[in-house]
């Protein structure tokens, strides 16, 4: 009985002309032969893009939540976010390794996937190593390149994480540590945008490496524009400073003016680092990223397992 439910008889339903009962049509979504790895599979992968906006959002609240603050709570630049940034940090850990978990349950990530995720992690640390002044020029264009190629959320697992272990390499452990984390897992997940504009161009093309340059120059802008955000509220008193009681558009002046005046030049040298080298370099990186990619790729596909009469 439960076996005619799971697989209703669409014809007799088309024609009697009536729409099956709404119990029927959740039934069949999973079907009588669904098995429990099935039904994980299925729940992974609605779980996986509530979990990266909860991770966003979480983002979004720690770099806006000073805003609300009264002017008391913003007077010490040196206290800014010292009791707040490992309260969120260890709420982004384990929101980062239930992705993962996530993604592995869903089919979207393999072992083999993974395993690439480990290495450059490992290569963006090190890539982090030379830092110079306004930080390395030498790591975005790996994480966008990385994205591009394996998706938004690959992307951001890749920023997010090689943050954290370049810091711990670095020694750039600190309370600016999770908004790095977030501002460049942010970076990675753009990519996915890029995914469905690079589907209309030739792989390895010089407008698909225009497209990632262009990407990567407003990343390298838009990454130290961010970042700003994490102190800004608690800068001393000032002409550039934020307080209290300011309306948007004033608010929005004033940081305006403070980032070119502390902070373009530097991004600008980002900006232009990440398009020399994903022009210089994009190539044959994605080149190898596809060719990782297309090996370890693969799909599963569930048996039909009905008799017929």
Known sequence: MFRYVAQWNRVSWRR??????????????????????????????????????????????????????????????????????????????????????????????????????????ALVAVLRLPAGPGDTLTFFFLIILAGYVYGGRFGFMLGALGLFVSALLTGGVGPWMPFQMFVTGWMGLGTALLAAIGKRLRPGSWPELALLALYG?????????????????????????????????????????????????????????????ILALGKPILRELRRFRDRFQFVYEHADTRREP
Request: proline residues 5%; contains cysteine; glycine residues 6%.
């Open 16 to 121: 009697a002309k009536t729409r099956p009962p709404l119990f029927m049509c959740c039934v069949s979504s999973f079907g009588a032969n669904t098995t429990s790895s099935d039904m994980t599979t299925i729940l992974a992968r609605r779980l996986s893009p509530l979990l990266i906006t909860t991770i966003c959002l979480l983002g979004a609240i720690a770099f806006l939540y000073p805003f609300a603050l009264s002017e008391q709570a913003l007077t010490d630049l040196d206290m800014a976010h010292a009791s707040t940034a490992p309260l969120i940090f260890a709420t982004l850990g384990p929101a980062l390794l239930a992705l993962m978990l996530a993604e592995l349950s869903s089919g979207r990530l393999s072992t083999r996937s993974l395993a690439v995720l480990g290495v450059l992690t």
């Open 217 to 277: 120059y407003l990343w390298g802008l838009l990454f130290g524009a961010l970042m700003n955000l994490w102190f800004w509220p608690f800068s001393p008193e000032s002409a550039l400073s934020w307080s209290p009681g300011l309306g948007f558009g004033e608010t929005l002046r004033r940081y305006l003016s403070f980032y070119a005046l502390t902070s373009f030049a530097w991004d600008s040298l980002r900006a232009i680092g990440n398009v020399v080298l």
